[in-house]
């Protein structure tokens, strides 16, 4: 791991992408079929608390990503 990179965690996987990545890109790394789906909208991103993170939202070390229907999303929304 070089200085240009940041460990981040998606789904409790540890995976390092370059500096300045996104969520996204970091989601790539490990389930490019997620990725796929975080793009076509039928899976959201949160953070380690369950709130909505943007796909294109920058990386930053430690941070936690979780992918999860956005039926599930809408549905905690609600209640």
């Given at each position: 791991m070089s200085n240009?990179?940041?460990r981040v965690f998606v789904?409790?996987?540890g995976v390092t992408v370059p500096?300045?990545?996104?969520?996204?890109?970091?989601?790539r790394v490990l389930f490019p079929d997620d990725a796929e789906?975080?793009?076509?909208g039928r899976l959201r991103l949160t953070d380690s608390r369950g709130l909505p993170?943007?796909?294109a939202a920058p990386v930053n070390g430690g941070a936690i990503f979780r992918v999860v229907t956005a039926r599930e999303r809408l549905e905690d929304a609600t209640t």
């Open positions: 240009a990179d940041v789904n409790e996987r500096a300045g990545s996104s969520a996204l890109d970091a989601v789906g975080i793009e076509a993170t943007p796909a």
